[in-house]
């Protein structure tokens, strides 16, 4: 098992959070609420509004998500989902755990305000004007900046109604 942060719309509540529960593409399990320790951007960017955390420790917010523990296969699963390594990367980043949420017998539980250390889908691919876009401490595919997120789906439809029109 593998401790993945998530931050964008894998989260609860968020687009993609329903992909993690998708048996099909392995086992995740929420473990706990988190915000690394050190500051990075957290934009909204592309003309599918995608979140990305940029690669730049030192810069943005404190950014706050979610641990999840997750299988070989999830993990897998979630490496092709976020095209590693041409739109992001898995790196290891260091997090202060909120709140522990694991429901599971047997485990290490971490306590809120303890230090860890998790996997978070990060970027440095990033474009030149990125790092002075607006950055977020926590992100919300439906926030006040009305930035919503177009799903894979929305996206996919879009290109194949083009195609036909060609
Ligand atoms: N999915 C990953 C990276 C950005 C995104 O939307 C996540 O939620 O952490």
């Known amino acids: 098992m593998t401790r993945v942060f998530v931050y964008g719309t894998l989260k609860r509540g968020q687009p993609n959070n ?57 993990l897998e699963f ?5 095209s590693v390594p041409q739109m992001y990367q898995r790196t290891l980043v260091k997090l202060e ?23 978070v889908y990060s970027t440095t691919t990033y474009q030149p004007d990125w790092p002075s876009l607006q950055s977020y401490g926590s992100y919300d595919a439906y926030g006040d900046h ?4 177009e799903t894979r789906e929305a996206r996919e439809r879009c290109s194949r109604v083009a195609e036909e029109e060609d």
């Open 78 to 82: 979630l490496d092709d989902f976020e």
């Open 146 to 149: 009305g930035l919503q997120y």
């Open 18 to 74: 329903y992909r993690m529960f998708d048996t099909s593409n392995g086992k995740a399990e929420l473990i706990a609420s988190a915000s690394t320790t050190q500051k990075y951007p957290l934009i909204i960017t592309t003309q599918h509004n995608i979140p990305f955390l940029l690669n730049i420790p030192g810069q943005g917010h404190r950014v706050r998500g979610e641990i999840y523990k997750v299988d070989d296969k999830m």
């Open 97 to 119: 755990v909120e709140e522990w949420e694991g429901k599971g017998e047997g485990e290490e539980r971490l306590a809120g305000g303890s230090m860890t250390e998790a996997f």
